[in-house]
Structures are given as C-alpha cells and as structure tokens.
C-alpha cells in the first residue's frame, strides 16, 4: 500500500467515528426537540452535515485510491448512513491498515512473497 492510499485510508477512519457522534447527538437533539422547548437542531444539524460531506469526500477518494470492489465500498457507504455505522467502520478500517502494515514488515524482512 502506497502513502496516498494510507493516507486516505487514515481519513476516512478518523472522520468516521465523529460523523456517527454527530449522528446519535442529533437523534437526540431531534427527540428533544420534539418532547422539550430544547432545540439545537439546527446547530447539530450543520456539525453533522459537514462531517457527513467531509466523510462523503474521504470515501470515494479511498474507494479510488485503494480500488475497493464495489461491495466493500457500498459497506463503508451504507455504515456512514446508519447511525451507528461510523464506529463499525473506524474498527474495520483500523483492522486493514494495521494487517497493511503487518504485510509490509513482512515483504521488507522476507518473512512472506506477497
């Protein structure tokens, strides 16, 4: 794995779990909204859209750049969209780098031919 797939790789996970943060926090805001006078909708709203976008960008620049088949991109898409699928996302994400790296100490020291 080049730089650039890492790098992108390392975006995309560490947007992943403050996008489903800001996703729980705004069903909250939203529920309280509807049952209290508290309503931080529309600041919860924007944190979330932002981070949703930037998570957005950071997805189809890792599926480019790591040349993810269709269905692992379509997980990491649809764990973006259910409200607790950034946190399963991060670890998976974090999984691969790390067997990555793994692989990578091994081609360098002659360990394995992959």
């Keep these: ?43 919860m709203g924007a944190i979330h859209g932002v981070l949703f976008v930037l998570y957005v960008i950071f997805w189809a620049d890792a599926w480019n750049r790591a040349k993810w088949p269709l269905g692992t991109a379509a997980l990491y898409f649809v764990l973006s969209v259910l409200p607790t699928g950034g946190f399963f996302a991060e670890r998976r994400l974090r999984r691969e780098a790390e067997d990555a790296v793994i692989a990578a100490r091994a081609r360098q020291e002659g360990v394995v031919n992959a």
Excluded: H
């Excluded at 996970?13 to 909708?41: G, H, M, Q, W, Y």
């Design 1 to 43: 794995m080049d730089i650039k797939t890492a790098t992108s790789l390392r975006r995309l996970r560490l947007v992943s779990a403050p996008e489903a943060v800001s996703f729980l926090i705004l069903l909250l805001c939203s529920v309280l909204k509807r049952t209290t006078d508290f309503n931080a909708v529309p600041v």
